[in-house]
């Protein structure tokens, strides 16, 4: 972060001036009082479990340079050998998002891309995010940092160096797509799709989108959108509504394309084709999914000018995310293959077909966990997966945890299917099963699931086993 004053500080977020110098230097910022290094400033967030306000004065202690926060009750009268700067806000997480959006504005040159999306969004951005290297210092935010906390946390590591910076935005309550997109005044926005996520919130795919297009209506005149042409949803959007507009897909009808997708081998391969150029790229992930997801990458790295060369170096070199088509291969050639980071009706048939379609003399088998978050459809789309799955013959074994999935269980009479109460029982299951170096195993299930426990505990049984 650069450093700014404290009078700047207190005029973003719209703060009461109770103690300090108002020409004193802000260098950095902290929520956890935990971690308050000396001169940091700090602010008083309210979560479900905690209250920051709590620990004020152990940050004061700690020789915080500034304490922002909003409750009414915080009593400072105990005598401290060292009082910080003391702002007093209306909310400290709408204040750290106007300090955000502040300093946003500061680093106006930086070009910034906001990536949303049912799916692929995590992925679409590490891509993103290794191909704008080749060009220039990149930020993105790291792992989940993609909320009202997280992402304002992201813009204010910008520099003034800083060229590119990729963000990803989430959501699970009406209106915060347009409350992140305000903050990061994006130049370019990427909807990677619209599937059936956060229904309990939205409702229905058309609620997703609405909820989701405040990233599109938030892009300046003199930046683009990229939309994925393949998506039913997402075609439908006028391109006249837009200054500029690039559209992927998959199989031609697209600004950026792919042909000759080879997804068996040990790293999948294609030719992406962009504006009428084409080369071939190895991609470091498996999945037709994740071919989308480096399309999306490479139709937002062209819009900012950067040649074939680099957006293949670019994709053919990016880390895959922890917990996405994470792959091993035991000593005796099983597969087990990691997509537990989360879950919704779309993800899961892609992560499957993804599997079926890399693997294609091999036996896979199904350990999945419930889809949450779907509100009160959720026990169709977990029944409508069960069909899915019964029609696909690649399928040798499917493993089923949670209340929802036993619902998934009901339709599939062909082939086997073992349903547990628990993890126990679960690991019990798979101890059972029977394995060539021909066996593959695909764990995917919502985050609350903690599937990825599981999957550990797996693989370290079979890696006993074959010592």
Same mark, same amino acid.
């Given at each position: 972060?650069?450093?700014?004053?404290?009078?700047?500080?207190?005029?973003?977020?719209?703060?009461?001036?109770?103690?300090?110098?108002?020409?004193?230097? &802000?260098?950095?910022?902290?929520?956890?009082?935990?971690?308050?290094?000396?001169?940091?400033?700090?602010?008083?967030?309210?979560?479900? #479990?905690?209250?920051?306000?709590?620990? $004020?004065?152990?940050?004061?202690?700690?020789?915080?340079?500034?304490?922002?926060?909003?409750?009414?009750?915080?009593?400072?009268?105990?005598?401290?050998?060292?009082?910080?700067?003391?702002?007093? $806000?209306?909310?400290?997480?709408?204040?750290?998002?106007?300090?955000?959006?502040?300093?946003?504005?500061?680093?106006?040159?930086?070009?910034?891309?906001?990536?949303?999306?049912?799916?692929?969004?995590?992925?679409?951005?590490?891509?993103?995010?290794?191909?704008?290297?080749?060009? %220039?210092?990149?930020?993105?935010?790291?792992?989940?940092?993609?909320?009202?906390?997280?992402?304002?946390?992201?813009?204010?590591?910008?520099?003034?160096?800083?060229?590119?910076?990729?963000?990803?935005?989430?959501?699970?309550?009406?209106?915060?797509?347009?409350?992140?997109?305000?903050?990061?005044?994006?130049?370019?926005?990427?909807?990677?799709?619209?599937?059936?996520?956060?229904?309990?919130?939205?409702?229905?795919?058309?609620?997703?989108?609405?909820?989701?297009?405040?990233?599109?209506? /938030?892009?300046?005149?003199? %930046?683009?959108?990229?939309?994925?042409?393949?998506?039913?949803?997402?075609?439908?959007?006028?391109?006249?509504?837009?200054?500029?507009?690039?559209?992927?897909?998959?199989?031609?009808?697209?600004?950026?394309?792919?042909?000759?997708?080879?997804?068996?081998?040990?790293?999948?391969?294609?030719?992406?084709? $962009?504006?009428?150029?084409?080369?071939?790229?190895?991609?470091? &992930?498996?999945?037709?999914?994740? &071919?989308?997801?480096?399309?999306?990458?490479?139709?937002?790295?062209?819009?900012?000018?950067?040649?074939?060369?680099?957006?293949?170096?670019?994709?053919?070199?990016?880390?895959?995310?922890?917990?996405?088509?994470?792959? $091993?291969?035991?000593?005796?050639?099983?597969?087990?293959?990691?997509?537990?980071?989360?879950?919704?009706?779309?993800?899961?048939?892609?992560?499957?077909?993804? &599997?079926?379609? /890399?693997?294609?003399?091999?036996?896979?088998?199904?350990?999945?966990?419930?889809?949450?978050?779907?509100?009160?459809?959720?026990?169709?789309?977990?029944?409508?997966?069960?069909?899915?799955?019964?029609?696909?013959?690649?399928?040798?074994?499917?493993?089923?945890? %949670?209340?929802?999935?036993?619902?998934?269980?009901?339709?599939? #009479?062909?082939?086997?299917?073992?349903?547990?109460?628990?993890?126990?029982?679960?690991?019990?299951?798979?101890?059972?099963?029977?394995?060539?170096?021909?066996?593959?195993?695909?764990?995917?299930?919502?985050?609350?699931?903690?599937?990825?426990?599981?999957? #550990?505990?797996?693989?370290?049984?079979?890696?006993?086993?074959?010592?």
């Amino acid at each position: 972060m650069e450093s700014f004053y404290l009078k700047d500080l207190i005029k973003a977020v719209n703060g009461k001036f109770l103690l300090g110098d108002p020409n004193l230097l &802000v260098k950095s910022i902290s929520i956890d009082s935990r971690t308050v290094k000396k001169g940091q400033f700090y602010f008083a967030l309210k979560g479900r #479990n905690f209250d920051g306000h709590d620990f $004020v004065k152990e940050c004061i202690e700690r020789d915080a340079g500034g304490i922002v926060y909003s409750r009414d009750d915080i009593d400072l009268a105990k005598p401290f050998s060292h009082f910080p700067s003391i702002i007093k $806000v209306n909310d400290t997480l709408t204040a750290l998002g106007d300090l955000a959006k502040a300093y946003r504005k500061r680093c106006e040159k930086v070009k910034v891309i906001g990536i949303t999306g049912s799916n692929g969004k995590t992925t679409t951005k590490e891509i993103l995010a290794s191909i704008l290297s080749k060009k %220039g210092k990149t930020i993105w935010n790291k792992g989940n940092f993609n909320n009202r906390i997280g992402l304002p946390l992201s813009v204010l590591n910008l520099q003034m160096n800083t060229e590119y910076a990729v963000f990803e935005l989430g959501t699970s309550l009406h209106g915060e797509i347009k409350i992140l997109s305000d903050i990061i005044i994006p130049d370019a926005g990427i909807i990677t799709n619209i599937g059936c996520s956060h229904l309990e919130t939205f409702g229905s795919p058309e609620g997703v989108f609405k909820e989701k297009r405040a990233l599109f209506d /938030s892009v300046s005149q003199y %930046g683009f959108i990229v939309l994925n042409a393949d998506d039913e949803i997402l075609k439908g959007v006028s391109q006249k509504a837009y200054f500029k507009t690039i559209t992927f897909g998959l199989y031609g009808g697209a600004d950026v394309y792919a042909r000759n997708i080879t997804l068996w081998s040990d790293k999948p391969k294609f030719e992406l084709y $962009v504006h009428g150029k084409s080369i071939e790229v190895m991609m470091p &992930v498996k999945g037709k999914f994740n &071919v989308v997801n480096a399309l999306a990458a490479a139709a937002a790295a062209s819009g900012f000018g950067l040649s074939l060369d680099d957006i293949k170096s670019g994709i053919e070199s990016f880390t895959p995310p922890e917990m996405r088509m994470d792959t $091993v291969k035991t000593a005796s050639g099983i597969v087990l293959i990691n997509d537990a980071y989360n879950a919704n009706p779309s993800s899961v048939r892609e992560s499957i077909q993804g &599997v079926c379609e /890399s693997y294609l003399d091999s036996d896979i088998n199904l350990v999945l966990g419930d889809m949450m978050e779907l509100g009160e459809k959720a026990p169709l789309y977990h029944k409508e997966l069960g069909k899915f799955i019964n029609e696909q013959q690649r399928i040798r074994n499917v493993y089923l945890i %949670g209340e929802l999935s036993k619902i998934t269980k009901d339709p599939i #009479n062909k082939k086997p299917v073992y349903a547990a109460d628990n993890a126990e029982e679960l690991l019990e299951f798979l101890k059972k099963s029977s394995n060539t170096s021909k066996t593959v195993y695909l764990f995917k299930g919502s985050r609350g699931m903690k599937l990825e426990e599981i999957y #550990n505990s797996f693989q370290k049984i079979l890696t006993k086993k074959e010592k």
